[in-house]
């Protein structure tokens, strides 16, 4: 079984026993036979319109497993250019690590940060972009710096942002916007007075459900359409489902709170979006010195150099984690 999924990722075209037979050193009529067993379990199908046969989600999981053990135990990790970011700002990091993912792989790259509440930072700032519209941008212990903007329910003057941002960096520098939340809500009953408004406007601002949600990037949307594994009928589905993000986005941010720290593998279809069922997700977590923020990976046809594409997965993953951290790069 594991051949014929392989051979059917190279070729993308039914499988037939007189395929396997010589690589198998069995007859084709032996072959035929264990074909039949394997499609009664699930693991095959038969199209209507040829002799060969297809593998089935249920064959793709089980051959995966062999991937990934061969990968543990020899696999060389997949070639990657050196990236030297002009600055460590998280969004151009982002943009340029998800451009050479998407390129190389020649799938859909992503990336999925939890949170900006989970990072320590060194200092903070609140920029009035607009009415009702506010930037904040986060500088870590790591000088890498992430920013996000927001819109909020009080048209908030400019002086007084200012203000909050001096305060949280003076008062909550190396805490995590989590932690200072904690902090400021406690300091509404304690602290005196002339102090309450100041913490009130500041709980309210960090209370907004647009600072507070998960971000989702991607890259190569492109690589799809001109990919000859999906229907072009589904494509324009494909990247509707994507730009809406909030069902993918809500799936990644279960997917994370688990403990696996190994490459997840999930098909589009166990992610509840029915327009990604052709389609398969590869992704790993990276790291804000040794937390978990989120995951960086790709999206693309469910029949893939899944060997190439999980090592490319893993490494990016690790290599953007060391960079994020200060790290020495290992290149």
């Not at 003057?157 to 003076?170: F, K, Q, T, V, Y």
Request: net charge positive.
């Amino acid at each position: 079984m594991n051949c014929l999924v392989k051979i059917y990722v190279d070729t993308h075209k039914p499988v037939g026993s007189g395929q396997l037979a010589p690589i198998v050193s069995l007859s084709p009529a032996t072959v035929r036979k264990d074909l039949q067993q394997l499609e009664s379990y699930g693991f095959l199908f038969k199209p209507a319109t040829s002799s060969g046969r297809v593998p089935t989600n249920r064959a793709l999981k089980f051959y995966l497993r062999k991937v990934m053990e061969d990968l543990d135990n020899h696999s060389e990790p997949a070639d990657m250019p050196v990236i030297e970011p002009r600055s460590f700002d998280f969004n151009s990091l982002s943009d340029n690590f998800l451009s050479v993912l998407s390129n190389q792989t020649q799938n859909i790259g992503f990336l999925f940060l939890h949170s900006i509440f989970d990072l320590n930072f060194r200092w903070i700032k609140f920029i009035k972009v607009g009415p009702h519209r506010v930037m904040t941008v986060i500088q870590t212990l790591n000088d890498c710096t992430f920013s996000k903007i927001f819109t909020t329910i009080e048209n908030y003057p400019e002086p007084d942002l200012r203000e909050w941002g001096n305060i949280l960096s003076a008062d909550f520098r190396g805490r995590t916007l989590h932690n200072t939340f904690k902090k400021i809500r406690n300091r509404l009953f304690k602290e005196k007075e002339k102090y309450k408004k100041i913490y009130k406007e500041l709980y309210n601002l960090l209370s907004n459900e647009d600072l507070m949600t998960a971000e989702l990037f991607f890259k190569g949307t492109v690589n799809i359409l001109d990919s000859d594994l999906v229907n072009p009928q589904k494509v324009k589905r494909v990247v509707e489902a994507l730009e809406e993000k909030v069902a993918l986005t809500n799936f990644l941010n279960d997917i994370l709170r688990n403990g696996k720290s190994t490459p997840n593998i999930v098909f589009g279809s166990d992610t509840g979006i029915s327009d990604l069922e052709d389609f398969i997700l590869i992704f790993s977590k990276f790291y804000y010195s040794k937390y978990p923020i989120g995951n960086i990976g790709i999206i693309g046809p469910k029949f893939m150099p899944y060997p190439y594409a999980i090592s490319n997965v893993e490494r990016f993953s690790s290599y953007f984690s060391q960079i994020l951290s200060h790290k020495p790069l290992e290149v």
